[in-house]
């Protein structure tokens, strides 16, 4: 019997304890979400301290996440990853000690949750660099989606429920606790990863690559000790110098800026007062449409990933990004539970599918010693601009009715797609570019 698409990346093993680690750590995240914000609560803090340790763990991500995508691209990416979960486990286990023995102080949190961000800037930019070192080109879109189904329902439910009993059973130092046995056991496992995952990937390092016909061959150090001898600056001015040379790539990333800016703040900040005066409801229902959003998310990764990459995956990805945001602009005139949970199951299942997409694209068709930077460049424009989103939703609604806003960021973004697909020309260009056959893993990477 063969196995499920979507099941595929499993036959490798290097992937079985990447991914088992992922699980693992992004469950901690979870956790973490929760027991912060209760252990903040129990040293007698409010919603500004709350909000200070949250600040935090953005800034420590926003603010290395460029660096991250660098590092990915010049060090060791098994080391990398194991350094940072190393970190991870060191700074939760002295919170949790800490706690543990009634010497915590909220500058503690809001340290560790700064690294924490960190971490994670360095972390995920090497997790995208190295999956297309340990897998086929083929398998690729299944693992891409197999990560989209499991962040939802680890980090946004499984690790927030669990937490949520620990506090309420125990107390939230137990639930930082588990956090540190989650980052110990990510720890342990990824210490298993196998030596030739070594190497930084395109950087020349010896160790081994993939040809077009997915056979593994030597590589030479030569090109190491070059990179070596480059700056920051100078790796940060070549990443984005491709992007900007790259016309789908940049175009994507306009578009994400755009849709960024336009949607994070309504649904962050104006969504719980449409809960509330168009619909009735409380807090829990506005936690439960979050829910409904991540479950259309999940489900859409999974079934993503249980079929190949559609031959017009551009013209996939941005229409699914574009026409998923339709449905947002008629929330400001909802008034119904039903037809609101509706229009966010869209979102969140067609957010899903572009993002799967989105993310195997980069791993295909970026050179590999690229990857690792353009990543980050992914991350840093997305995480910049939430917090500016959400800073403006306010004013806007001091001025706009709640119905406009809605309106415009959801007509904005599918007329953006439209634009970016024009521009670009993203039909031509999938077409000349053509990924949905197994041929290797970068003959069709775009020149630098």
């Known amino acids: 019997m063969p196995t499920p698409r979507a099941l595929r990346p499993f036959v490798h093993r290097e992937y079985r304890v990447l991914i088992a680690a992922l699980a693992v750590s992004i469950f901690g995240s979870g956790m973490w979400a929760v027991g912060m914000v209760y252990q903040v609560i129990r040293l007698g803090g409010g919603p500004l301290e709350l909000s200070l340790v949250a600040a935090a763990g953005s800034v420590g991500l926003v603010a290395f996440v460029l660096a991250g995508g660098i590092a990915a691209d010049r060090v060791p990416q098994r080391l990398l ?23 915590l102080q909220l500058w ?3 340290v560790g949750a700064f690294v924490l961000g960190v971490g994670a800037a360095f972390f995920f930019p090497a997790y995208s660099a190295i999956l297309p070192r340990i897998l ?25 429920a669990v937490a949520g009993i620990l506090v309420a059973a125990l107390s939230p130092s137990h639930a930082v606790t588990g956090v540190a046995a989650c980052h110990l056991l990510a720890f342990i496992i990824l210490n298993f990863l196998g030596q030739h995952a070594l190497d930084a990937p395109g950087t020349g390092t010896a160790g081994t690559d993939r040809t077009a016909g997915g056979a593994v061959v030597e590589r030479t150090g030569g090109d190491a000790v070059e990179r070596a001898k480059t700056s920051f600056f100078h790796d940060l001015r070549e990443g984005v110098s491709y992007t900007v040379r790259t016309p789908w790539l940049l175009w994507t990333l306009l578009w994400a800026c755009i849709s960024v800016l336009f949607l994070i703040g309504p649904i962050e900040v104006l969504l719980p007062f449409v809960v509330r005066d168009q619909l009735g409801g409380d807090s829990r229902m ?34 699914s990004w574009g026409a998923g945001s339709l449905p947002l602009a008629a929330v400001g005139i909802m008034d119904s539970f039903w037809t609101v949970a509706a229009a966010l199951f869209i979102f969140g299942a067609t957010g899903g599918i572009g993002m799967v997409i989105w993310g195997t694209l980069l791993q295909r068709r970026v050179p590999a010693h690229l990857l690792g930077r353009v990543s980050s460049l992914d991350f840093f424009v997305s995480l910049a601009l939430m917090p500016v989103s ?5 004013p806007a609604a001091a001025v706009l009715p709640t119905w406009v806003i809605f309106l415009v960021a959801g007509g904005v973004c599918p007329v953006m797609a439209v634009v ?27 020149s630098p």
């Open 286 to 319: 506005f936690g439960f449409l979050l829910a409904v959003m991540g479950v259309g998310g999940a489900a859409a990764s999974l079934a993503t990933a249980s079929f190949a990459l559609p031959r017009r995956y551009l013209t996939v990805m941005m229409v």
């Open 108 to 110: 503690h949190l809001a």
């Open 136 to 160: 086929p080109p083929e398998d690729l879109l299944a693992a891409n989606g197999m990560e989209g189904t499991l962040r939802p329902i680890l980090q946004q439910a499984a690790g927030p």
């Open 390 to 394: 959400m800073a403006l939703a306010g």
């Open 81 to 103: 990853i194991i350094a940072v979960e190393g970190t991870n486990l060191a700074v939760i286990a002295a919170i949790s000690g800490l706690a543990l023995a009634g010497w």
């Open 420 to 446: 970016a697909m024009v521009v670009a020309r993203m039909p031509a260009d999938e077409l000349a570019h053509p990924l949905d056959r197994s041929a290797g893993d970068r003959e069709h990477a775009d």
